[in-house]
């Protein structure tokens, strides 16, 4: 596989055939610019700067990663520094496309509040087959902020310059962050679908002796069965159910306790190893937490 290493966004300008960036730390691209040969082999990029892209495609698809987009409606991509991902475009011999690319060098965030504060938004560790989908509305919402970022930056720069454009970038992202909450919701079925097969996967491995060999499973684990990112799975149960993957772990680790405690003559030690705990303490300690009662006060109660 050829990794194409691209580490300033001059690097991309170069690598897609652009002009010039009109600045060195940030640039808007309109993507209708950017050529993507079709067939031959995909391209691997690895870019040491902030992605945030939206597109449509015209004329066939495009491939990123294992997922296949028709582009029938606006999609949004965040990819941070340090990521991987691969554009495979098939199709006519150059794809008509239309919408937006956002790139920003971490050096643009130095010593603003949006420097740590970007890293708090779980999307850019989404992987790209959990893009975001826009109505038309909020791709044209999505769309003034880009021009608006542009026209700042190729306007005279001062010393407000820099602040409007982070002020734009933050308004972008919490856009973004409101439309993935809405995304949650609306794509009902999609998503519930996720969340029965979160409880089968649960319950499965609760049932079986890999509690006991590998102990509790993990959020990666549970997010690898059902083919999502660890972020992505915790937004979706949090805008759901409004717990995290971490706690619907708890929960189906509290419901099998409970099930021993009532049903057998299992000691509280027992039980723990069972459940993939290396010390009695610790399980007495989480389902005293989640219940209020001790181990021994909820079998109790049954008698």
């Known amino acids: 596989m050829k990794l194409n290493r691209l580490r300033t966004i001059a690097d991309f300008h170069r690598f897609r055939n652009l002009p010039r960036p009109g600045h060195p730390l940030i640039s808007v691209i309109d993507v209708a610019s950017i050529l993507y040969p079709s067939g031959g082999e995909p391209q691997h990029i690895l870019a040491e700067f902030y992605s945030v892209a939206l597109k449509r495609i015209y004329n066939g698809k495009m491939r990123y990663g294992q997922q296949q987009y028709d582009f029938d409606e606006g999609v949004m991509f965040f990819i941070a520094p340090g990521q991987v991902y691969s554009v495979e475009p098939y199709g006519e011999e150059f794809l008509r496309q239309s919408g937006w690319l956002l790139l920003i060098h971490p050096d643009f965030l130095w010593n603003t509040s949006l420097a740590k504060r970007i890293k708090q938004y779980d999307y850019f560790d989404y992987s790209v087959n959990e893009a975001l989908f826009l109505s038309d509305k909020e791709e044209t919402i999505i769309g003034g902020i880009f021009q608006n ?116 003559d299992l000691s509280v030690s027992e039980i723990a190893y069972e459940l993939g705990f290396e010390h009695p303490q610790s399980f007495s300690k989480l389902f005293k937490t989640k219940t209020n009662f001790s181990p021994l006060e909820f079998r109790q109660s049954f008698n």
Do not use: C, M, W
């Open 149 to 264: 970022i542009q026209q700042e930056y190729h306007s005279n720069i001062d010393k407000f310059s820099q602040s409007i454009i982070i002020s734009q970038i933050e308004t972008l992202l919490n856009y973004s962050e409101r439309f993935y909450q809405r995304q949650f919701i609306t794509r009902k079925i999609t998503n519930h679908k996720i969340l029965d097969r979160l409880e089968e996967i649960l319950a499965d491995y609760f049932n079986s002796d890999r509690v006991i060999k590998n102990g509790l499973p993990t959020v990666e684990h549970v997010a690898a069965a059902l083919n999502v990112s660890p972020n992505y799975l915790s937004g979706l149960l949090k805008s759901l159910t409004g717990q995290s993957t971490q706690q619907h772990i708890h929960n189906k680790l509290i419901e099998k306790a409970k099930e021993k405690l009532s049903t057998t």
